[in-house]
C-alpha cells in the first residue's frame, strides 16, 4: 500500500487565492520531504527540499515566498501556493525517503482559474 | 549532480521482454541508480535500485554496466498495463542531503 499520502488530489481555485497541499508519511517518520512539480508531458522538477524543525531549501529560481513549505512534524510536510495565478497551474508531488527508497505520494493537480 | 538520459519512446509487443536503456555516464562511485514509472496523473511508482551489482525482484530486473556508465531496466514478460513513462534516477546521499536527479523518461508503450 501507499506509504506517502497527499492531499488533495486535485484542486481547482480561483487566481489570487492560497492553495495548501498536504504530504504525510504513513507509519514512518520522515525529517526530509521533497516536493517537485511537473509539467505535461515533462519530467519531475525538484522545487525544494523540507526540512523537519528547519528551513526548506529551495531549487534555483524556485520563489520562497510563492511557494511556501512548513515541515512541522515528522510525518507531514505542506506546500502553500500563495496568491496563486494560472501559470502555477501544475502537477505537484512530494516524496519522503523510506530507508534508502524514494516513495511518492499519488500527486496534486492544481488548476488556477 | 549525475545526469541521467534515456530514449524518450518505445514500443514493446505484449508478452516479450521490454529493456529500457539509460545512460548515467558522470554516475560516480556512492551514487545508486533507481528506477520508477509513471503511469498518467499519478505518483511515480518504484521499481528497483541498485549500486553495481544486478537486481532482480517481482517486478523487473536491473542490469548495471560493470564501469556503472549505463543501466538496463528489464521487463520480462511486459502487459498492456506496463505502460508507463519509466524513469531512470540517480540518487545522490551526501551527508544526509538526499537529491534526486530525474532522467528524461521513456515513455513506453507495450502493443497487444
Request: aromatic share 8%; charged share 20%.
Given at each position: ?89 501544475s ?11 524514494p ?11 | 549532480?549525475?545526469k541521467?538520459?534515456?530514449p524518450?519512446?518505445m ?14 555516464s558522470?554516475?560516480?562511485?556512492n ?66 542531503n ?15
Amino acid at each position: 500500500g501507499a506509504v506517502v499520502s497527499q492531499h488533495p488530489s486535485r484542486v481547482i481555485c480561483k487566481s489570487g487565492t492560497s492553495v495548501k497541499i498536504e504530504c504525510r508519511s504513513l507509519d514512518f517518520q520522515a525529517t526530509t520531504m521533497f516536493w517537485y512539480r511537473q509539467f505535461p508531458k515533462k519530467s519531475l522538477m525538484l522545487m525544494a527540499t523540507s526540512n523537519e524543525g528547519s528551513k526548506a531549501t529551495y531549487e534555483q529560481g524556485v520563489e520562497k515566498d510563492k511557494f511556501l513549505i512548513n515541515h512541522a512534524s515528522l510525518t507531514l510536510s505542506t506546500l502553500t501556493v500563495t496568491s496563486a495565478h494560472p501559470e502555477d497551474s501544475s502537477f505537484y508531488i512530494c516524496s519522503a525517503m523510506l530507508g534508502r527508497t524514494p516513495n511518492f505520494g499519488a500527486g496534486t493537480r492544481l488548476s488556477v482559474l | 549532480d549525475a545526469k541521467t538520459t534515456q530514449p524518450p519512446s518505445m514500443d514493446c509487443a505484449e508478452g516479450r521482454a521490454a529493456n529500457l536503456p539509460c545512460n548515467h555516464s558522470t554516475i560516480s562511485g556512492n551514487e545508486y541508480v533507481y528506477w520508477y514509472r509513471q503511469i498518467h496523473s499519478q505518483g511515480p511508482q518504484y521499481i528497483i535500485h541498485g549500486l553495481k551489482n544486478n537486481e532482480t525482484n517481482e517486478m523487473a530486473s536491473l542490469i548495471i554496466t560493470e564501469d556503472r556508465k549505463s543501466s538496463t531496466l528489464i521487463l520480462p514478460h511486459a502487459t498492456l498495463r506496463d505502460t508507463a513513462v519509466y524513469y531512470c534516477i540517480v540518487r545522490k546521499s551526501n551527508f544526509g542531503n538526499e537529491k534526486l536527479t530525474f532522467g528524461t523518461g521513456t515513455r513506453l508503450t507495450i502493443i497487444p
